[in-house]
């Protein structure tokens, strides 16, 4: 039976019912979308954005649109993420990009370089200045389409046996440190090892390592590192505001109609903002329980701060001078870093300073 007949026989009514209008099947298609995330179950603010994603799309679409989320590990591990995004093996995956920084030290300002953006700031930098133009420009030969789909906020310093009191106690330090941060604790002497989450409490028990970072007291205290490295340095200077990315093949992604594409991303800007809020509201309850378990909270010295952003610039410079994409990227970033701290300074900074020496 022809189309016309089908109308001739049914009526549009009929037509539409059957759901034979291409507009609106092109519009309101079925589809099931497997996500991958970098991360474990267990740290459940990070994991539970991908979660988060996935719902509201499945929402927005009345159904329509299904994405199952897999931990690291169940379809592709943590490291391969890139290139089965690329492939296609599976749609999209959620991921810290500066994982990555081994292809190239690029991935690493679209996440956290030491000393570089807050959370606000990256937010800034992404969705109003040319953060997102510049990271979807780059993504482009991995055939990724990317946004921003949560941050931790400033993380912690991590655990520490011994207390850091010089720089010069770096020297030999073995330190489990996540992502391109390893390459300034090197500059600095130190020996940075690369430990999955579930073995850091014992290596860190048995002494194989020397202190270990995760993210912050509500992960940290999960693990129990208290217990073992009681020294819990801060601030951890190499992530003051790590974002996360949604990552989508892009070939998937424009098979999207523009309807399924807007809801794509609202939903990453809801998870963006909603992982964010989890951590600023769980955090402080947690770090009151790690100090009442004795965890011994001790700033990094000022000293070593400097010494560790003075390694930090030098290694930026270098890169500039070798890797043209960090180049044009990182022109961008420093200098809307400049900017936003010029501007912070004076608002936000003051006024978070009066509050919180405030009796409150
Ligand atoms: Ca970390």
Known sequence: ??????????????????????????????????????????????????????????????GKFEISVHAAGELVPMPGIVDAVKNGTVEMAHTAPYYYFGKDETFALGCAIPFGLNSRQMSAWMYDGNGLKLMREFYKQYDIMSFPMGNTGAQMGGWFRKEIKTVNDYKGLKFRVGGFAGKVIERLGGVPQNIPGGEIYQALEKGTIDAAEWVGPYDDQKL????????????????????????????????????????VECAAA??????????????????????????????????????????????????????????????DYSKFRADSNLWFRFTEARFDSFMQGAKL
């Open 224 to 263: 129990g590192f208290f217990k073992v490295a009681p020294f819990y340095h801060y601030p951890g200077w190499w992530e003051g505001g790590p974002q996360l990315d949604l990552y989508i093949n892009q070939k998937a992604y424009d098979s999207l109609s523009s309807e399924y594409k807007a809801i």
């Open 1 to 62: 039976m022809d189309r016309r007949s089908v109308i001739k026989n049914t009526g549009l009514a009929g037509v539409l019912a059957a759901g034979a209008a291409p507009a609106l099947v092109q519009a309101q298609a079925n589809l099931r979308w497997r996500l991958t995330s970098g991360f474990p179950k267990a740290l459940d603010t990070i994991y539970g954005a991908a979660e988060t994603f996935s719902k509201k799309v499945k929402e927005l679409t009345g």
């Open 270 to 331: 809801y998870a963006h903002t909603e992982m964010q809020a989890k951590y600023d509201a769980r955090n402080p309850g947690a770090l009151k329980q790690l100090v009442a378990n004795k965890a011994k909270l001790v700033a990094f010295p000022k000293p070593v701060m400097d010494a560790a952003f003075k390694e930090s610039m030098a290694l930026y410079s270098e890169l500039s001078a070798k890797n043209p994409s960090w180049k044009k990227v990182y022109e």
